[in-house]
């Protein structure tokens, strides 16, 4: 396990695109703005805004009437208050996710981060998705997604 945790920090080193750890080692923005935690982090954790590009977020945020099958929407500006502070906070590294896809799940980032884990493990029905990051990452809730924050569920791996 630490052989190739040094050895993915090491390609990480070199290829990471997204994701700006900040000095506490999470992955929330200093000030995260409280509309956004409370209208985005009652379905799912909320995802920290620099795993996306701030275009990615505006494409995301101009349609939350059909958000991945549920809907989201929200009043004009209160979508306007979250979309800046996403802007603000997005990845600035130009990481972008497959073709149209609006998830965080399909960027490159986050499957090099993961290849350690076997593909079963996503469909496992205690971790049901991969968006399901609170399943893994014990304190996802905070943005705190490093090693010593990992407790896979029992699942296979
Ligand atoms: C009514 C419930 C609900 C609300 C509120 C909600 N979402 Fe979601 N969101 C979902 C569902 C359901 C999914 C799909 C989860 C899955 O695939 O397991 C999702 C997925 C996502 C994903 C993709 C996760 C991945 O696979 O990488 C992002 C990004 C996202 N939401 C952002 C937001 C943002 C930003 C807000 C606030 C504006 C928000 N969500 C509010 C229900 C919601
Ligand atoms: C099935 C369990 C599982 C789920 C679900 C999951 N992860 Fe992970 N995650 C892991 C494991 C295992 C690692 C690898 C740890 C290692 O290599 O040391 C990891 C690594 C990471 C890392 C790198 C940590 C580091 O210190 O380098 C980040 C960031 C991360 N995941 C974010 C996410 C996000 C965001 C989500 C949800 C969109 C998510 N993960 C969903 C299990 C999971």
């Keep these: 396990m630490k052989r190739t945790t040094f050895r993915s920090s090491l390609a990480c080193l070199m290829l990471c695109g997204a994701a700006t750890a900040f000095a506490d080692g999470s992955r929330m923005p200093p000030h995260p703005d409280k509309t956004w935690l409370e209208e985005c982090g009652t379905c799912h954790v909320a995802y920290p805004p620099a795993l996306l590009t701030a275009d990615t977020w505006r494409r995301l945020m101009a349609g939350l009437d059909r958000h991945f099958g549920s809907n ?13 502070f996403l802007e ?9 996710n497959a073709a149209a896809s609006l998830r965080i799940t399909d960027t490159r980032w986050f499957t090099r981060k993961h290849d350690e884990l076997s593909p079963t493990v996503w469909h496992d ?6 968006a399901n ?3 893994c990452h014990r304190n996802a809730e905070s943005g ?4 010593h924050d990992i407790a896979l569920p ?3 791996r």
Excluded: F, H, M, W
């Excluded at 603000?88 to 972008?96: F, I, L, M, V």
């Design 88 to 96: 603000r906070n997005a990845s600035t590294r130009g990481e972008r």
């Design 72 to 84: 989201a929407a929200l009043d004009a500006p209160t979508a306007a208050r979250i979309t800046t």
């Design 144 to 147: 705190r997604y490093d090693e």
């Design 125 to 130: 029905p205690k971790v049901k998705s991969p």
């Design 133 to 135: 990051c609170a399943a």
């Design 154 to 156: 029992n699942v296979r």
